[in-house]
């Protein structure tokens, strides 16, 4: 069987342990939230195991917790539970059903997939073309995304490509990522390779490509994916991360995966990025299709729909007119589905479709923030939208930051 994902709140002063300690193997847990500074970060991330010496309630009692906020407190309480077999995922719900004395909430976890893993089609130089319609080198004048941390969830990043290892976010030993682990950034799809490169690819002498923000740093968050998709609580825990770095923008190339059962997951998601709307930013890739037909869809009503804080940005083709297979909607913004990046050949690849243009909107919004770092992020938000080409949304780096300049001189 497939692995299926149960995600359990906690109420305050109750611990996962007291119902679903398991001598099997097959089913696993693992807190959504990942602290460094927590005392009891050991314990508290693996709360079934067997070594674990320390009593889950008392985390709850520690400086630490007390010190949180609402948000950070809800998602401390949080526990993915992996259940390798339809027995275990029914034991697992009834369980949580029977001790709601104890249970905030459970439901089972969704998917997320990377909507288009990148090909290698012949090496054309367009980037000079795409930056100068969307306006990107006439703001380098002014700003190039100095100081900007960029979060990107996303499939990994080369480490020692030429174009990506200075603007890799670092923390002593730690490239490109942010909590203990022995995750390593090697990125076996390219993608977030792909994504990272058009967000701040360096200007470095004209070797190679050079990204929307060339002075901005990637923080990659690398999702672990199996058969091209991974869960829901693999990304709140990215995006806790990244808040915990007081990060404003964070790139989200990739979609929901439609599924009735997943209802609840996707609500949770939603809700877990509308929490921080006064001070993240999302910049999602809309979509090419549905998943099993590259004709654009209107997403209107779709899940990005709940979302308070979020860019959707879907795709042009060469002749700026929307591409076939980019989703659409009315309050969707528009960049290039073709452009040359970073790939993980440590070489230079045409990186396309809706995944290849936001980022290019994450890169201008960290050009905006970089010019005033005190900028309501709803603002860069609504500066992007309201510069956008009135014929075909497309949008425009300098008229956006023409209207920030205007407004926060």
């Known amino acids: 069987m497939e692995t299926r994902r149960v995600i359990v709140k906690m109420k305050e002063g109750y611990a996962l342990s007291e119902f679903l300690r398991s001598d099997k193997e097959t089913l696993k847990a693992e807190s959504l939230g990942h602290f ?4 009891n970060f050991k314990s508290h991330k693996e709360p079934l195991s067997i070594e674990n010496k320390v009593r889950e309630e008392e985390h709850y009692n520690s400086s630490f917790y007390q010190k949180m906020g609402k948000m950070d407190k809800e998602i401390y309480r949080s526990f993915k ?22 249970v905030e909430s459970f439901y089972e976890d969704g998917h997320i997939y990377f909507h288009d893993l990148p090909n290698d089609p012949e090496f054309i130089k367009t980037q000079r073309k795409v930056y100068e319609q969307l306006g ?24 020692n490509h030429p174009d990506l290892t200075e603007n890799l976010w670092k923390k002593g030993s730690q490239i490109g990522y942010t909590y203990p682990n022995t995750q390593k ?11 990272s490169g058009i967000i701040a690819g360096t200007g470095n002498n004209g070797i190679g490509i050079i990204g ?8 990659m968050h690398k999702l672990q994916l199996s058969g091209g998709k991974t869960f829901m609580s693999e990304a709140i825990t990215a995006i806790n991360v990244a808040k ?20 609840e997951a996707e609500k949770k998601f939603q809700h877990s990025i509308n929490q921080l709307t006064d001070v993240m930013l999302f910049v999602f890739s809309s979509g090419n299709g549905t998943k099993n037909n590259m004709i654009g869809i209107d997403i209107s009503n779709t899940f990005l729909n709940e979302i308070n804080n979020v860019l959707k940005v879907g795709a042009l083709n060469n002749n700026s007119r929307k591409a ?35 980022p290019q909107v994450s890169g201008i919004c960290a050009l905006l923030m970089s010019y005033n770092t005190n900028i309501p992020i709803q603002k860069v938000k609504q500066a992007i939208i309201d510069t956008a080409s009135s014929s075909n949304k497309k949008v425009n780096a300098f ?4 209207q920030i300049q205007k407004e926060f001189a």
């Open 212 to 219: 929307t923000a060339p002075e901005a740093i990637i923080q």
């Open 324 to 358: 076939s297979y980019s989703n659409f909607g009315d309050d969707v913004v528009y960049a290039f589905g073709d452009i040359m990046s970073t790939d993980n050949r440590n070489s230079y690849s045409v990186f396309q479709h809706t995944s290849a243009a936001a």
């Open 36 to 39: 460094e500074k927590d005392e």
């Open 185 to 195: 950034m090697d990125d076996s799809f390219g993608h977030g390779t792909g994504v």
């Open 136 to 159: 990107v080198e006439e703001c380098w004048d002014f700003t190039k995304g100095t100081g900007q941390i960029v979060a990107v969830i996303d499939t990994g990043v080369v480490v």
């Open 399 to 402: 008229k956006a930051f023409k």
């Open 81 to 102: 539970v992996d259940c390798q077999s339809q027995e275990d995922f029914n034991s697992v719900m009834n369980q949580c059903e029977n001790q709601k004395e104890k």
């Open 244 to 263: 915990q770095e007081k990060i404003k923008i964070v790139n989200c190339s990739f979609g929901v995966l439609p599924n009735w059962r997943n209802s």
